[in-house]
């Protein structure tokens, strides 16, 4: 196996790895209930739940890390940007389900009726950061990664047109969400989030079974060198 297939094969992987948080919105449902933290039964989901959302945010580190040494042949800034914004949503990731797992911990401690308000306020916290990372970072993600494949043509453009397409949508729908106008779960948010859903499952997909365009990795290496040649050529550093 190739070191290009090597890294299509673990991108692929990566990326429909970050597909098993899925269940989390069932999983979370007790949890996000009003008297919750006054209830008493398993807590097994909901830390399931947050254990598959960190999954989730390492996977997202990994897909663009793994990426990284070959879609910066494209043009290195913007796959910088591609980590980064992965890390922030990781990271923002991370940070929500620490205020979910703290309502666990209320509700096990035995916190009571005095810890109720807390307990809501740490689920609507988990609820904005999962809009401002989960929900909106995947379309910072797809302007950038969908950017660098469908200049390089990496894999075919009907890929990364999705998650360009889907964008706009995306962002529109996470500032009605934000200004109340729809619900994080209505059926207009949810249909918005389908084309970037289908572009990073249909991605994941294709670099698990076809990986790369062979000729595409060719010319980027190819036009790369050059550049490389060109600036170290005599007379180079003049021009």
């Given at each position: ?120 306020a740490l689920v609507a916290l988990y609820d904005r950061l999962f809009l401002i990372t989960q929900s909106l970072m995947p379309a910072v993600n797809a302007v950038l990664l969908g950017t660098l494949l469908y200049r390089a043509r990496l894999v075919p ?83």
């Amino acid at each position: 196996m190739s070191p290009h297939r090597k890294i299509s094969l673990a991108a692929g992987v990566l990326y429909l790895l970050t597909f098993v948080s899925i269940p989390t919105l069932a999983m979370y449902g007790p949890v996000k209930g009003a008297n919750y933290i006054l209830g008493a039964g398993p807590d097994t989901g909901a830390i399931f739940g947050g254990i598959l959302e960190m999954i989730v945010a390492l996977a997202g580190i990994g897909t663009a890390v793994a990426l990284f040494p070959v879609v910066k042949r494209q043009n290195e800034g913007v796959a910088l940007g591609f980590v980064a914004s992965r890390t922030l949503e990781a990271a923002g990731t991370f940070a929500s389900v620490a205020c979910l797992l703290t309502v666990v911990t209320l509700r096990q401690e035995g916190a009571g009726a005095g810890a109720v308000v807390t307990s809501h306020a740490l689920v609507a916290l988990y609820d904005r950061l999962f809009l401002i990372t989960q929900s909106l970072m995947p379309a910072v993600n797809a302007v950038l990664l969908g950017t660098l494949l469908y200049r390089a043509r990496l894999v075919p453009r009907v890929l990364p047109l999705l998650g360009l397409i889907g964008a706009p949508l995306l962002v529109t729908a996470d500032l009605a969400v934000l200004l109340d106008l729809i619900g994080r779960t209505s059926t207009p948010a949810l249909v918005t989030a389908l084309p970037i859903a289908l572009w990073e499952f249909s991605l994941g997909v294709w670099l698990v079974v076809k990986g790369f365009k062979p000729s595409a990795i060719t010319a980027l290496y190819s036009r790369t060198a050059g550049v490389d040649n060109g600036s170290l050529a005599p007379g180079a550093a003049a021009r």
